[in-house]
């Protein structure tokens, strides 16, 4: 019985805290802020069930519930999880409340919206990694863009109106045409099977003609491109990271950036598997175009936040030249990239918020000398750093390895071309690192700065942990992900082979199309 509800109650647990902080005073701020915290850290606490409860041996989707949501339509509370959702989920969970934890200080307008609009995000996020049914997918998939949003918006930048909307519209953009891609599957199943479902391991059964996959996944793939973000659908990212809170900039690069990610292996993958190895020379040349281009551009900015927002295009860069080497060690090392980003670039944002809380100030020029005035702060600074560029003993030299590892087996070019953006972020965050924490201190305002406190400690060290254990023991976490993994990589070679019976590829042609149209206009 547990097993069949822990995934809701991690879903909807936020919304008990919502619930709570409906009913407390706006100018109660001790309480709201607790009670956020205190919610989000309890739901992490919960969240630890899947891990120590989640089978190593199995591929198939584990927790899983399913009840009937809308019966004339098809529509099913259908939910589940397997080693590639297991550690998105608990990423989730872990960032949250260290975000919250952050705004402790920082947030002091709107104080109950803020804490409420976090909680309500953070359903958001889990529900999509957790949903098995494409209608429900994206109900969490929109219902996350609107606290989002507000984030922004309201508690964002001086130029925050124009990043909400640029963030708005581009997801939005992409969305649409992956509703329009997920009802063309609804009619599809209905013709195959005799019946309306958006049953997503169904739905993966159908036998989808290879002109409709390209379409399909041009659509799929587009929303998911742009939330990663790629090349060249980046240009909303660094506008949203700059505006938004410090809390909204962890969550945005820790947690949703990864939803694109996750939704190429969740759904490009296994659905269209032939459009989708059809396409792996574009969007493998497209990673590394973005990997290099992020780095160079990363170089440039005078803003440390808008470094590390550039930073993200070519970190999640290597995650999708990961997934497109279609191998065992570039798909995990995606995965576990997509992690590592989220502690190494999330702990990178918190810090540069703590700096920001002392100078309200962000320019590295105003910087200079800071290891003499805050050492404890410059020494959680320099891990995180490092971790970022990839030092060996650090996460993010497991992941990246890996995903070259992949790439060399998929394609040596690639993989040379790839390894430079690892040189490259050496040079921006180290040469950052310098200019901000080393050399004299030249600014008046930095003589008197003040250290890390006990409550930026407590929000950074488990971060730190983190790091480290990835680094130095990957073995738990490459245990609960290899079944699943090998299973997608082993049906989509399948179901390739499968499909390839069912016509050309990269079009459909006149007798496919009046098979649609009819499908659709008899509905």
């Keep these: 019985m547990w097993n069949s509800s822990i995934l809701t109650i991690i879903t909807f647990f936020p919304l008990l805290g919502v619930l709570i902080l409906l009913f407390v005073g706006k100018t109660k701020l001790n309480a709201i802020k607790t009670i956020a915290f205190l919610v989000s850290l309890l739901n992490f606490v919960i969240s630890l069930y899947l891990y120590f409860n989640f089978s190593s041996d199995a591929s198939a989707m584990q927790f899983s519930v399913k009840k009937v949501w809308i019966e004339s339509l098809g529509i099913s509370y259908q939910l589940g999880i397997d080693g590639i959702s297991l550690f998105l989920i608990l990423l989730t969970t872990?960032?949250?409340?260290?975000?919250?934890?952050?705004?402790?200080?920082?947030?002091?307008?709107?104080?109950?919206?803020?804490?409420?609009?976090?909680?309500?995000?953070?359903?958001?996020?889990i529900g999509v990694f957790v949903s098995l049914d494409l209608f429900l997918f994206y109900v969490f998939w929109e219902a996350m863009l609107l606290p989002m949003y507000f984030l922004i918006g309201i508690w964002g930048g001086p130029r925050k109106i124009y990043a909400t909307i640029k963030f708005v519209l581009f997801t939005m953009?992409?969305?649409?045409?992956?509703?329009?891609?997920?009802?063309?599957?609804?009619?599809?199943?209905?013709?195959?099977?005799?019946?309306?479902?958006?049953?997503?391991?169904?739905?993966?059964?159908?036998?989808?003609?290879?002109?409709?996959?390209?379409?399909?996944?041009?659509?799929?793939?587009?929303?998911?491109?742009?939330?990663?973000?790629?090349?060249?659908?980046?240009?909303?990212?660094?506008?949203?990271?700059?505006?938004?809170?410090?809390?909204?900039?962890?969550?945005?690069?820790?947690?949703?950036?990864?939803?694109?990610?996750?939704?190429?292996?969740?759904?490009c993958l296994p659905?269209?598997?032939?459009?989708?190895?059809?396409?792996?020379?574009?969007?493998?040349?497209?990673?590394?175009?973005?990997?290099?281009?992020?780095?160079?551009?990363?170089?440039?900015?005078?803003?440390?936040?808008?470094?590390?927002?550039?930073?993200?295009?070519?970190?999640?860069?290597?995650?999708?030249?990961?997934?497109?080497?279609?191998?065992?060690?570039?798909?995990?090392?995606?995965?576990?990239?997509?992690?590592?980003?989220?502690?190494?670039?999330?702990?990178?944002?918190?810090?540069?918020?703590?700096?920001?809380?002392?100078?309200?100030?962000r320019m590295i020029e105003d910087f200079g000398g800071l290891s003499k005035k805050i050492?404890?702060?410059?020494?959680?600074?320099?891990?995180?750093?490092?971790?970022?560029?990839?030092?060996?003993?650090?996460?993010?030299?497991?992941?990246?390895?890996?995903?070259?590892?992949?790439?060399?087996?998929?394609?040596?070019?690639?993989?040379?071309?790839?390894?430079?953006?690892?040189?490259?972020?050496?040079?921006?965050?180290?040469w950052m690192y310098q200019r901000t924490m080393f050399g004299k201190i030249t600014k008046p305002e930095n003589e008197n700065l003040k250290d890390l406190n006990t409550r930026e400690k407590i929000i950074l060290i488990p971060l730190i942990l983190v790091i480290f254990w990835i680094g130095l023991y990957p073995k738990p976490f490459f245990v609960k992900m290899e079944p699943s993994v090998k299973s997608l990589i082993e049906n989509a070679k399948i179901k390739y082979e499968d499909n390839k019976l069912l016509g050309e590829r990269f079009y459909i042609d006149s007798q496919q199309m009046k098979q649609i149209k009819a499908v659709i206009s008899d509905q």
């Design 375 to 430: 050492p404890i702060f410059a020494a959680f600074f320099m891990i995180v750093t490092l971790s970022s560029i990839g030092l060996p003993g650090t996460n993010g030299f497991v992941g990246e390895f890996l995903i070259l590892l992949g790439t060399f087996k998929s394609n040596v070019i690639y993989a040379v071309f790839a390894a430079t953006g690892i040189i490259l972020a050496a040079v921006y965050m180290l």
């Design 94 to 125: 872990f960032l949250t409340p260290l975000a919250i934890l952050s705004s402790w200080s920082a947030i002091t307008e709107k104080v109950k919206g803020y804490y409420i609009s976090m909680l309500l995000l953070e359903t958001g996020m």
């Design 173 to 267: 953009t992409g969305s649409l045409l992956m509703l329009v891609a997920i009802l063309v599957l609804y009619f599809m199943n209905h013709s195959y099977t005799g019946t309306y479902s958006f049953d997503l391991l169904e739905i993966n059964k159908l036998p989808i003609p290879l002109g409709a996959q390209f379409w399909l996944f041009a659509a799929f793939a587009l929303a998911f491109a742009i939330k990663v973000p790629m090349f060249p659908f980046h240009t909303w990212l660094p506008d949203a990271h700059v505006e938004a809170p410090t809390a909204g900039s962890v969550i945005l690069a820790g947690v949703l950036l990864k939803m694109g990610t996750y939704g190429f292996l969740r759904f």
């Design 271 to 361: 659905l269209f598997p032939n459009a989708f190895i059809d396409f792996v020379p574009l969007f493998s040349i497209l990673a590394i175009i973005g990997i290099i281009y992020g780095a160079l551009v990363s170089m440039r900015q005078e803003d440390v936040k808008s470094l590390v927002a550039f930073s993200s295009v070519s970190h999640l860069g290597f995650v999708m030249l990961g997934i497109f080497a279609l191998n065992l060690q570039g798909i995990e090392g995606g995965i576990l990239q997509m992690i590592n980003h989220g502690i190494s670039t999330g702990a990178l944002f918190l810090i540069v918020g703590m700096i920001y809380e002392r100078r309200h100030t």
